[in-house]
Each structure stands twice: as C-alpha cells, then as structure tokens.
C-alpha cells in the first residue's frame, strides 16, 4: 500500500504564519479532507475520507501521533462505501461533522464521541457534497438528482431531478434561487432556476466531463474542474 502525504496550509487572514504548514503521512488513498475554521475548536483537528471507507481525526498539533477514526462497526469502517466528501459544521462549534459516501447515506458524527448521530439516504450513490457558502445548507449530487439539505438533518431535502448525471452543484450563495452543476456525461456547465428546476443557462467551454463546480462566496463567478486540465 502507498504511503500519501495530507498536507494542510493556512493562508495569512487565519491568523498563522504565511509559511506555516503541516504534513501527515498515511497509508491510504486519501481523497476528501475538512479542516475546522480558525475560529473554531479544535482549529488543529483535520478531517480526512478515502477508498476505504474510514474517516479520520488528525491532531496537526501531533502529527505523529495515530488519527482517531469514526464508526464502530466491527469492520472498523466508517461508511459501507467509498467516503466522497467531508465538511464540518461550524454553527455547533467545530464538534459535528458531516460526510457522504457511495453507499448513498449522508451521515452526521459527534467529533466528541466519534460517533454517527443520524443519517440520511439518498437513494443512490453520492457523487459529492459542499456546505453552501454562508452556511446553514448542503448540495448533495447523486445520480441524476440535485438535493438541498438542512445542515441539522432537520427538514426533507429540497430535491430536483435532472435529465443528466450530476457529478457536482453549487448554490447561489447570495441570492439562492440557482444553482450550478457539472456532469460526467458531457462537457456543459449548466445553471438552473431553483424553483422550476428550468435550465437557464449552458456553457460549453470544456473538452472534458466537469468533475466540480462551485460558486465563488460573493455569488458573483463560479469555477469549474475538468478533466480537461
């Protein structure tokens, strides 16, 4: 098995020194990771996912020292499938955080106990997950499906079906009232109108599938990755 490097850098307004940066080796694929925010405790506890479906707790503090993981299922897995994204919920100080994985569940975990609190099915496999700039709200993408969920797990999702296979969405982070997404299937970066679920908008400036789409935290641009490079 390949030994990867996790390797966290901290940009000047967190308060750290511009070239502070830490790296942790670990011995898996690593795919997703979440960092807290400055502001919140434990600011030195990163979160990582990969293929083997575990999540850990690295202490940036002791690098050398062994991550905590998530779950207690006898496996000592986390999740029942390929861990796809990871984000922490800073409105409840920096203790939960929240992943989705490929067995279609969006679970919420007590960083305290290390243990999953609730779940939410999607029905199918994710395909990722971001917090909504501003907070409060996550995108779910799975099959052909965008969802909007209640960062607390509290509401039924907002859920709009597609006529593609999204990889990746991004809510408009002012507004809120559209959103757009990527997908594996064609080389477009569409826009839709959240109400009527309407395309609104298509670009077509890629040669590749987009693989992730997000909107800059003014509202203003968005960003897309393809495999394009």
């Not at 077509?204 to 641009?221: A, L």
């Amino acid at each position: 098995m390949l030994e990867h490097v996790l390797t966290f850098s901290y940009r000047p307004e967190c308060g750290l020194e511009p070239a502070t940066a830490a790296s942790i080796p670990i011995n898996c694929t690593s795919q997703p990771c979440a960092h807290t925010g400055p502001r919140l405790p434990p600011a030195s506890t990163p979160k990582q996912g990969g293929n083997e479906k575990k999540i850990r707790l690295f202490d940036l503090g002791r690098p050398d020292a062994q991550p905590l993981i998530l779950g207690n299922y006898a496996d000592g897995n986390s999740c029942r499938g390929t861990v796809r994204s990871l984000v922490w919920d800073e409105g409840q100080g920096g203790v939960v955080g929240i992943s989705a994985s490929e067995d279609g569940l969006v679970r919420w975990w007590d960083l305290r106990t290390l243990e999953q609190t609730s779940s939410f099915d999607m029905g199918e496999p994710v395909n990722a997950m971001e917090m909504v700039h501003g907070g409060g709200t996550l995108s779910v993408t799975s099959g052909k499906t965008v969802h909007f969920l209640d960062i607390m797990g509290q509401h039924p999702p907002v859920s709009i079906p597609l006529p593609h296979t999204v990889s990746s969405a991004s809510l408009h982070p002012i507004n809120r009232d559209t959103f757009v997404v990527g997908s594996t299937s064609d080389p477009w970066v569409r826009v839709y109108d959240l109400d009527s679920g309407k395309e609104t908008e298509v670009y077509k400036g890629h040669h590749g599938p987009v693989h992730c789409v997000s909107y800059s935290p003014d509202g203003e641009v968005y960003a897309s990755g393809s495999e394009d490079g």
